[in-house]
């Protein structure tokens, strides 16, 4: 039986224990997308005040890739942004993925380099990539860790929720679509590091894998989402 799948966001308000949420359209931002959907459904102006969880919720017929978030009533009308639907002759795909900022007890980060072919060629990147029907968003990234750079680590902490509009990238399908990614990202840590290696099949999107001192970053062509992860406090700073 085919899955269908779908990313939703949900809000959850202090010591409450209902969530109120819904689908998220494609290119919305998935904070601006519950703060919209708590109003809709519950007459409820809220602000975001956190990422809570990031999770699949899977039955026979359906994965659901569903974004939680703290929120807190808002001290006056609550509106999300403006959002206004690109126009585009391309099909539409949504594509919810999982990518860690990965260190190790030494603090270097580990980066993958995205290989020819794919969008973003050279750039430095995240370790980590989609998740698969049936997969939690953890569990995805710590497959693709390994399948990308050879390394064993453990979550430390969920940083963020990130999202991007892409029109005429190819994906997957192998024909340009108008793609709309929503990604979680974590914190990771690899206890025992090894020169990396990857391990993904022949024709994969990763060209390359290494471990780079802290201050050699601003040197590399990286990707947005290391520039925001990077600029992330751990937790208790």
Known sequence: MTQTRVITVYGRLPDAAEEIGGPIRHGENPASAVVRLFRERSGTPVVVSGVHAVLALITDDLHEDRVVFDVVPASGESVA???VEARSDL?????????GLVTDPAGRVLLTQIAQGFPGAGRWHLPGGGTDVGEQPADA???????ETGQRGEIVELLGVTHRRSSGLVGPEGYPMNWHAVRALYRVLVREPSPPSVTEAVGGSTAGAAWF???ELSGLTVTEVVQWAAGRPASGE
């Open 81 to 83: 942004d403006a959002f």
């Open 91 to 99: 099909p539409k795909g949504q594509r919810f993925a999982a990518y």
């Open 141 to 147: 990234l710590l497959r693709e860790l390994y399948e």
């Open 213 to 215: 001192e802290p201050d």
